[in-house]
């Protein structure tokens, strides 16, 4: 009964292929984020989607393309994969529709571009 | 630019003391604040929050305080247990959608 979902866990890859995380909430919220944790920990939002409607797109590449094809999901797709790119990604969402509201995230899909 | 850092990036204390996580802001239009825990393996989890119209919330074990005026929060957590070893990250929100997470502390709890 997981909240919110990714998939996969675990993300090994060579450098230039495309790849792509997926991401499930089943609480019914509006909205739904990715961020980017580094090695040291550091968390930064990449792209905020609202009832499907792009609302956040912080200074990511434009390799990194998300999509949302209903309010349940949003899928981060990553083009020519970067060594740079190796991070755990972490799906969250929130029940807000322009109101701050906690948000809840996903388990974190640990990337590793070789 | 927006940032919101901590002041002790590690912090040690033995089982059933009190812990305290100090972090700085520096948006004094921010009007929301959380505290998220971070478990080894997981997603960052979220423990307690306070609006800017308040200045001290408690939960279970733990307490938010919230100082404007020097722009800073600190969460504070009575009787520590090995099951709060995690890393700590303090967040705020200016309105909307967009939360700035803080560096993060790790907090190691001592047998």
């Known amino acids: 009964d997981t909240a919110v979902s990714q998939t996969p866990k675990y993300l090994v890859t060579q450098m230039g292929n495309d790849k792509s995380i997926k991401c499930e909430q089943n609480?019914?919220?509006?909205?739904m984020y990715w961020y980017k944790q580094d090695s040291k920990k550091f968390l930064k939002i990449m792209f905020s989607y609202n009832n499907k409607e792009l609302i956040i797109n912080e200074t990511v590449p434009n390799r990194f393309s998300p999509k949302s094809p209903d309010k349940a999901h949003l899928n981060l797709h990553i083009n020519s994969l970067e060594l740079g790119d190796s991070a755990v990604y972490f799906c969250a969402s929130s029940g807000g529709a322009g109101v701050q509201e906690t948000q809840y995230f996903g388990p974190g899909t640990r990337l590793l571009v070789l | 630019g927006e940032s919101v850092g901590l002041h002790l990036p590690t912090l040690s204390v033995q089982e059933g003391d009190n812990s305290i996580i100090n972090c700085a802001y520096s948006n004094s239009a921010s009007d929301y604040f959380i505290w998220y825990k971070q478990e080894s393996g997981k997603g960052p989890q979220f423990i307690i929050d306070i609006r800017s119209n308040m200045d001290k919330r408690q939960g279970q074990r733990v307490t938010v305080l919230l100082n404007k005026t020097v722009k800073h929060l600190s969460l504070q957590i009575a009787a520590t247990q090995p099951g709060d070893s995690a890393v700590y990250f303090c967040a705020e929100n200016t309105g909307g959608f967009k939360t700035i997470f803080g560096a993060g502390t790790r907090l190691f709890v001592k047998a």
């Open positions: 609480l019914g919220h509006d909205t």
